[in-house]
């Protein structure tokens, strides 16, 4: 959404799509989960009295749009896209088949995963560790409005040290806040590495790859701070 508090704001997504394109052009196979909440979050729905059940599908739905969003901004920069939604919808996206999905992949097609996992109660960022697991994905990466994990929030305290490597174990038991618990435990099972960055940094996406910039690794490993 940009600097707005609601909605899309085409050149941020235009902006992204420059970056994913950028690591596209490395020949990197790149799946995205994309969330809603500059649509609609369940969880505010569900706390301003909505039915939860409800307000999650209304959820599910906000990342859909997004992700036609990004899909007409990278196909506008002649990448080539597969939006794939958990929830069926035959006319706007492809229904979740793994075997499908892995496919396109292989001729070089970045695939949008939408609707979250279609199931309520499940956040996004446990959507995107299910499909990283489904489809054998090498690492997470989460793009974040900071760039990395804070022992505390860095918007709200000038003294906030950023982690260059944090544990599952110490993320979970230090409530660091970067994905869920479900999400982060799925990781560890299955041993994915999380690259915590903020896209807001021009080229941060690509220089994850290279091992430079500003970005935190979630894996199992001792704790560092960067001083």
């Known amino acids: 959404m940009g600097d707005k508090s609601f909605g899309l704001n085409p050149p941020t997504v235009e902006r992204i799509a420059q970056e994913i394109k950028s690591v596209h052009e490395l020949e990197v196979e790149i799946c995205m989960v994309i ?5 609609f979050r369940g969880l505010q729905g ?6 939860r059940t409800t307000a999650d599908y209304m959820g599910m739905l906000a990342t859909v ?3 036609l969003a990004m899909q007409s901004a990278l196909e506008d920069l002649g ?4 939006v794939i939604s958990a929830i069926t919808m035959n006319e706007i996206a492809e229904p ?3 075997r499908r999905a892995v496919r396109h992949l292989e001729k070089g097609r970045v695939c949008i995963f939408a609707a979250g996992t279609g199931n309520p109660y499940f956040t996004t960022d446990t959507a995107a560790l299910l499909r990283a697991s489904e489809m054998s994905c090498e690492a997470i990466l989460k793009a974040t409005r900071v760039d990395g994990v804070y022992n505390k929030d860095p918007e709200s305290h000038d003294d906030a040290k950023r982690y260059d490597e944090v544990s599952y174990d110490d993320v979970l ?6 994905m869920d618990a479900s999400a982060i435990a799925l990781a560890r099972d299955n041993s994915l590495p999380i690259f915590v960055f ?9 220089k994850i790859l290279s091992k430079q910039g500003a970005y935190t690794k979630v894996h199992n490993s001792t704790v560092t701070q960067q001083e």
């Open 173 to 178: 038991s230090k409530r660091l806040g970067v």
């Open 46 to 51: 569900s706390a301003q009295g909505m039915e």
């Open 65 to 67: 749009m997004n992700a």
């Open 198 to 206: 903020s896209l807001d940094e021009a080229g941060s996406f690509r």
């Open 35 to 39: 969330g809603g909440g500059n649509i």
């Open 96 to 98: 979740y088949i793994r």
């Open 79 to 82: 990448v080539f896209t597969r």
